[in-house]
T-cell receptor, first 117, second 111 residues
Framework: NAGVMQNPRHLVRRRGQEARLRCSPM?????VYWYRQLPEEGLKFMVY????????ESGMPKERFSAEFPKEGPSILRIQQVVRGDSAAYFC???????????????FGPGTRLTVL | AQTVTQSQPEMSVQEAETVTLSCTYD???????LFWYKQPPSRQMILVIR??????QNATENRFSVNFQKAAKSFSLKISDSQLGDTAMYFC????????FGTGTSLTVIP
């Protein structure tokens, strides 16, 4: 059973370009989470998605950032018009749903390191 | 507000000794999960141990165990017989209706 897959592992963009980060959850997992980790800091929650639905985007910056998890294919985190401050590691995690409806343990992908020049 | 606090930014322990990492959290939820994740220099986030809030028994995974005090909202991680490979950042995490990570404790195991 493959783990959470993220690609690319490293992404370099110039200021003003767009960055697209992809995440394929573990087989059988219907929940996807995106986190951002700045250097020497912990993880900050960005967004929580189920298939075709954004459940919680309270951690997502209001502008330039968007996320989707289509019926088919990976989840995409999209950053438009990147700035130097967007340089960070972006981690995706996935989980299944337990009987109570709550999300179960989150398993993390290897992360995408975004560098904005 | 729901928060997770790790009050020890850095810790060190001699190889083969025992170390405890502290974590406190604040929540009004009754049904939630708590986790410890390890992030070695490779930066991969690795699940160490998890605890369901409705279970009173402390979770244990080999050399790793937790001391879960629900009333005090405390969730510490004990690492026994520390090994060099335990050197990493350790993050405490809370998942309920929302998801919070602590700022991490950098643990160094000294040979």
């Amino acid at each position: 059973n493959a783990g959470v897959m993220q690609n690319p592992r490293h992404l370099v963009r110039r200021r003003g370009q767009e960055a697209r980060l992809r995440c394929s959850p573990m087989k059988g997992h219907s929940h996807v989470y995106w986190y951002r980790q700045l250097p020497e800091e912990g993880l900050k929650f960005m967004v929580y998605l189920q298939k075709e639905n954004i459940i919680d985007e309270s951690g997502m910056p209001k502008e330039r950032f968007s996320a989707e998890f289509p019926k088919e294919g990976p989840s995409i985190l999209r950053i438009q018009q990147v700035v130097r401050g967007d340089s960070a590691a972006y981690f995706c995690a996935s989980s299944r749903v337990v009987g109570s409806g709550a999300a179960d343990t989150q398993y993390f992908g290897p992360g995408t390191r975004l560098t904005v020049l | 507000a729901q928060t997770v606090t790790q009050s020890q930014p850095e810790m060190s322990v001699q190889e083969a000794e025992t170390v405890t990492l502290s974590c406190t959290y604040d929540t009004s939820e009754n049904n939630y999960y708590l986790f410890w994740y390890k992030q070695p220099p490779s930066r991969q986030m690795i699940l160490v141990i998890r605890q369901e809030a409705y279970k009173q028994q402390n979770a244990t995974e080999n050399r790793f165990s937790v001391n879960f005090q629900k009333a005090a909202k405390s969730f510490s991680l004990k690492i026994s017989d520390s090994q060099l490979g335990d050197t990493a950042m350790y993050f405490c995490a809370f998942t309920g209706n929302q998801f919070y990570f602590g700022t991490g404790t950098s643990l160094t195991v000294i040979p």
